[in-house]
């Protein structure tokens, strides 16, 4: 264990968290480098569709994809990007409150941090974003959608990782752990598909 950050409040957490001060220092870095009015703006956006609630809406998006393209949004898609959020969710609900650790406001200070939207202050890590968007991506990929949809939900959620540091509200260990849950969320959905009739049939 060790000093979380070396600026404003000080809280002991593990050093694979804090990377030795470099969680902070990239996270001032990144947060800084994003005010620009546009850049702002989009780190916003971006945050605000990739919101864990906004689930539902997804999912009826790749139900009338899969209707209109099976081709490209398979049934297998549909099965990771649920059973999935299933799992990150119950991995998130169980993570956040256990190790409560505080968000960049909270542990840098209101001066140190730019925040675009609504403050928050706790249950940093993981980010929940970051692993919508990694379940996402993982769905396509896991669900072998062509190269071209999955790059770009590659490129959407690495944007959606930009954006929850842009906006001040995650460190970067915070996004790239939800990223992992993420894809590990949709890796197990794709091995539960494969088990299942409907996997072995469509196999």
């Given at each position: 264990?060790?000093h979380?950050?070396?600026f404003?409040?000080?809280?002991?957490?593990?050093?694979?968290?804090?990377w030795?001060?470099?969680?902070a220092?990239?996270?001032?870095?990144?947060?800084?480098?994003?005010?620009?009015?546009?850049?702002?703006?989009?780190?916003?956006?971006?945050?605000?569709?990739?919101?864990?609630?906004?689930?539902?809406?997804?999912?009826?998006?790749?139900v009338?994809?899969?209707?209109?393209k099976?081709?490209?949004?398979?049934?297998?898609v549909l099965w990771?990007f649920?059973?999935g959020?299933l799992a990150?969710?119950?991995a998130?609900?169980?993570?956040?409150?256990?190790?409560?650790?505080?968000?960049?406001?909270t542990?840098l200070?209101?001066?140190?941090?730019?925040v675009?939207?609504?403050?928050?202050?706790?249950?940093?890590?993981?980010?929940?974003h970051?692993?919508?968007?990694?379940?996402?991506f993982?769905?396509?990929?896991f669900?072998?959608?062509?190269?071209?949809?999955?790059?770009?939900a590659?490129?959407?959620?690495?944007?959606?990782?930009?954006?929850r540091?842009?906006?001040?509200?995650?460190f970067?260990?915070d996004?790239?752990g939800?990223a992992f849950?993420?894809?590990?969320?949709?890796?197990?959905?794709?091995?539960?598909?494969r088990?299942?009739?409907?996997?072995?049939?469509?196999g």
């Amino acid at each position: 264990m060790g000093h979380g950050f070396e600026f404003g409040v000080i809280h002991l957490q593990p050093e694979w968290y804090t990377w030795y001060g470099w969680n902070a220092r990239i996270f001032l870095w990144v947060n800084h480098m994003s005010q620009a009015p546009a850049l702002a703006e989009t780190a916003a956006l971006l945050s605000s569709v990739a919101q864990p609630r906004n689930f539902p809406l997804w999912i009826a998006l790749l139900v009338i994809a899969h209707r209109l393209k099976p081709g490209w949004i398979s049934f297998a898609v549909l099965w990771n990007f649920v059973i999935g959020e299933l799992a990150i969710w119950a991995a998130i609900a169980t993570i956040k409150p256990d190790m409560d650790y505080p968000r960049p406001l909270t542990a840098l200070g209101k001066k140190a941090v730019d925040v675009i939207g609504k403050p928050e202050y706790w249950h940093s890590f993981p980010s929940g974003h970051a692993a919508l968007a990694f379940l996402l991506f993982g769905s396509l990929f896991f669900g072998k959608s062509p190269k071209a949809i999955w790059l770009f939900a590659l490129i959407y959620a690495l944007l959606v990782a930009w954006s929850r540091i842009a906006v001040g509200a995650h460190f970067p260990t915070d996004v790239i752990g939800g990223a992992f849950i993420g894809l590990v969320g949709a890796g197990l959905a794709m091995l539960m598909y494969r088990k299942t009739a409907c996997g072995r049939t469509t196999g």
